[in-house]
Structures are given as structure tokens and as C-alpha cells.
T-cell receptor, first 117, second 110 residues
Framework: GAVVSQHPSWVICKSGTSVKIECRSL??????MFWYRQFPKQSLMLMAT???????TYEQGVEKDKFLINHASLTLSTLTVTSAHPEDSSFYIC?????WGAGTEAFFGQGTRLTVV | SQKIEQNSEALNIQEGKTATLTCNYT??????LQWYRQDPGRGPVFLLL?????KEKRKERLKVTFDTTLKQSLFHITASQPADSATYLC?????????FGSGTKLNVKP
């Protein structure tokens, strides 16, 4: 299957600072990537859809000025958590969409554990 | 929006038995439904996809059924092994988005 690499796998930052998370599709081009947030024992919550070369589409209730998404190339999307606060601590996961004959498959990164202190 | 329900209680079974997990959805029937496995602290890994016109799909010890009338998918693992212990998520693809259930944790005891 295809490979999606997410970096860093974990990060600890001070309150008020910004953190950038990278999501790369290593062996295929992804025009669409997704960013999710997951709380313990809960489902993946879609935050935004990242489209290469255009603005991201944010889900209702997600602050676009706080969670900046950039999809500058077909293999890289970044999520920047600006002015992070302890309540932003969570597990963030990206996925890249790969379309094939029978349907669409999502390949996930390994996730980033963000802890804001 | 699409709502997906999976049994939030953990499923505990003995090694060698068949595990059956349920996924129910409301609203729109998707063109296809997928199952993923997620281990703690890791991103989900794709397992199987089943289309709306398929009743059943198999892959090694895995079997998925899809009933669009009941709006339900069942995920079976036969001859389960302790290594199968993980959280299993079902996902629907509608309107260019993936919608995930909260997952069911499977514990296979030796």
C-alpha cells in the first residue's frame, strides 16, 4: 500500500507558541489530504480538507486562523497550531486520499501527539 | 451529516474464536464502506473496502458484509489471534469526505 509519513510523532510545546506538523505522501501524489483530531477512546474528528494549490476547507467549529493548513505540493500538507493552549493537546492525524478504480482509499500518517504545557 | 455507530464496549473473545464487530449508519448509504485497524498511538491502517453492490468481501481471515437495507456492516475475524487485538474503525465515504465510527476495541485472549 501507499505510505504517508507524518512528522513529528510527538511534540511538547509551551503555551502560546506555534507548532507545525508535516504530512507527506511518499510514493503517490495526493491532491487531497485530510487532518483529523482524535481524543482518547473517541473517533477521528475531521478538522479540515486540504486541497493542493487552494485553500483548505474547514469543518464547522474549527478555527481556521488557529489551525493553519498549507498544501503547497502534491506530496506535502502542513498543519500549524498557532498560539497553542493546553486544550489543544491531542492526537493529530493526517491522511492522504488515493483514488483508484474501485473507490477511494485513505492512507494515514502515524499521528502526532501534541502536548501543550 | 452522516452518523456512524459502533459498539463502544470492548469485545473480549478467546483465541481461535470468531470476532464479529458491528457498524451501523444513518442517513445516506455510501457508495462503499471501509474498515480500518488502529493500534494505540498510531494512525489507522486500511483493511477492507466493500461496495454497495457487494454483499460480502473476504481477505484471508477477514470477512465484511454490507446490508444497505439494514444500513449495517459486519466485520468478522475468524480464528482470532492475540495479535488481532486492536481498535477497529468503520468508515464511510460520502460527499468527498470520510466519516469514521468511534471504533470497537477487540481483545483476544490466549
Amino acid at each position: 500500500g501507499a505510505v504517508v509519513s507524518q512528522h513529528p510523532s510527538w511534540v511538547i510545546c509551551k503555551s502560546g507558541t506555534s507548532v507545525k506538523i508535516e504530512c507527506r505522501s511518499l510514493d503517490f501524489q495526493a491532491t487531497t489530504m485530510f487532518w483529523y483530531r482524535q481524543f482518547p477512546k473517541q473517533s477521528l474528528m475531521l478538522m479540515a480538507t486540504s486541497n493542493e494549490g487552494s485553500k483548505a476547507t474547514y469543518e464547522q467549529g474549527v478555527e481556521k486562523d488557529k489551525f493553519l493548513i498549507n498544501h503547497a505540493s502534491l506530496t506535502l500538507s502542513t498543519l500549524t497550531v498557532t498560539s497553542a493552549h493546553p486544550e489543544d493537546s491531542s492526537f493529530y492525524i493526517c491522511s492522504a486520499e488515493k483514488r483508484w478504480g474501485a473507490g477511494t482509499e485513505a492512507f494515514f500518517g502515524q499521528g502526532t501527539r501534541l502536548t501543550v504545557v | 451529516s452522516q452518523k456512524i455507530e459502533q459498539n463502544s464496549e470492548a469485545l473480549n473473545i478467546q483465541e481461535g474464536k470468531t470476532a464479529t464487530l458491528t457498524c451501523n449508519y444513518t442517513n445516506y448509504s455510501p457508495a462503499y464502506l471501509q474498515w480500518y485497524r488502529q493500534d494505540p498511538g498510531r494512525g489507522p491502517v486500511f483493511l477492507l473496502l466493500i461496495r454497495e453492490n457487494e454483499k460480502e468481501k473476504r481477505k484471508e481471515r477477514l470477512k465484511v458484509t454490507f446490508d444497505t437495507t439494514l444500513k449495517q456492516s459486519l466485520f468478522h475475524i475468524t480464528a482470532s489471534q492475540p495479535a488481532d487485538s486492536a481498535t477497529y474503525l468503520c468508515a464511510l465515504y460520502n460527499f468527498n469526505k470520510f466519516y469514521f465510527g468511534s471504533g470497537t476495541k477487540l481483545n483476544v485472549k490466549p
